[in-house]
C-alpha cells in the first residue's frame, strides 16, 4: 500500500497573527525607547520602582519565619505574591505595549485589593486562615470602594481619578464576577499621549506610598499581636 497524504490543515498563525505581532513587536522596540530615555521615563521609573518594592516587601515578610503559618493565617502577605507581583509585572509589560487603559485598571485593581487584603487581617483577626479572614469581609462589605475609605480615605482621590474616563465608579473593577478588560491591541507612543502618562506616573507614585504605608501598620499591628501572646 501506498503512502496516503494527511488532510490538509489550517495554519497555526494566521496572517492577521503575523501582522498583530508584528505591531506589537514594532510598539515594544519604540516604546521601549520611549519609556527608557523620553517624556515617558518617569513613568517607567515608577513601574519599576514598584516591582522593587514588592521585592522589598516579599522579603521582609519571608524575614518573619513561619512561613507556612503566616501565608496561612494572613492575607496580606498573599496579597503581595498572589496580586501585587503578577499585576506589577503585567502593568511594566501593559506600559511598554502602549495599554494605558489596562494600566490605570491594574493600578486601581492593585489599590482595592490591597485595602481588602488589609482589613480582612485586622478586622477579622482571629480566623484561622486568610482566606476564611477574606470570605467574612465580603460578606460584611462588599464595596472595595469603601474598604479602600476606611483603610486611608486620602486614596479616594485616587480611586476617582483612576475611574475618570476609563471605567464607571458604579461598578466593581475586582471581585466576584468581575475582571479586567483587555486592550485589543498595542500602540506606539507620541507626544499626545504625554499627559495621560503623566497621570500614569503620579498613579504609581501614590500607590508606592499608600503600599509602604499599609505595609507598615500591618507589620505594627503584628508586631504588638505577637507582643500580647509572649506577655
Known amino acids: 500500500m501506498g503512502w496516503r497524504s494527511l488532510p490538509t490543515q489550517d495554519p497555526l498563525v494566521s496572517p492577521v497573527d503575523v501582522d498583530v505581532l508584528r505591531q506589537v513587536n514594532m510598539s515594544l522596540t519604540r516604546n521601549l525607547d520611549f519609556c527608557q530615555s523620553g517624556e515617558g521615563s518617569k513613568a517607567w521609573s515608577e513601574v519599576l520602582g514598584l516591582r522593587e518594592d514588592f521585592k522589598s516587601?516579599?522579603?521582609w515578610v519571608m524575614g518573619l519565619g513561619h512561613l507556612s503559618e503566616t501565608f496561612s493565617r494572613h492575607a496580606?502577605?498573599?496579597?503581595?505574591?498572589?496580586v501585587l507581583h503578577p499585576l506589577s509585572q503585567s502593568l511594566r509589560v501593559n506600559l511598554l505595549l502602549g495599554m494605558l487603559p489596562d494600566c490605570f485598571l491594574e493600578v486601581r485593581a492593585l489599590t482595592e485589593q490591597l485595602a481588602r487584603a488589609f482589613q480582612a487581617d485586622l478586622k477579622f483577626s482571629k480566623e484561622a486562615t486568610?482566606?476564611?479572614?477574606?470570605?467574612?469581609?465580603?460578606v460584611r462589605e462588599p464595596s472595595l470602594y469603601k474598604l479602600t475609605g476606611e483603610t486611608?480615605?486620602?486614596?479616594?482621590?485616587?480611586?476617582?481619578e483612576l475611574g475618570h474616563g476609563w471605567v464607571r465608579m458604579d461598578q466593581p473593577l475586582t471581585?466576584?464576577?468581575?475582571?479586567?478588560?483587555?486592550?485589543?491591541?498595542?500602540?506606539?507612543?507620541?507626544?499626545r499621549d504625554v499627559p495621560e502618562l503623566?497621570?500614569?506616573?503620579?498613579a504609581v507614585k501614590r500607590f508606592r506610598e499608600l503600599l509602604s504605608k499599609t505595609m507598615s501598620q500591618w507589620s505594627s499591628k503584628l508586631e504588638k499581636k505577637d507582643s500580647a501572646q509572649t506577655a
Open 152 to 160: 486611608d480615605a486620602s486614596v479616594l482621590p485616587l480611586l476617582s
Open 76 to 82: 496580606v502577605p498573599n496579597y503581595l505574591v498572589r
Open 175 to 191: 471581585g466576584m464576577g468581575a475582571s479586567l478588560p483587555v486592550s485589543a491591541a498595542s500602540a506606539t507612543y507620541t507626544s
Open 198 to 202: 503623566l497621570r500614569l506616573t503620579s
Open 57 to 59: 516587601h516579599l522579603a
Open 130 to 138: 486568610f482566606t476564611s479572614k477574606l470570605s467574612r469581609l465580603d
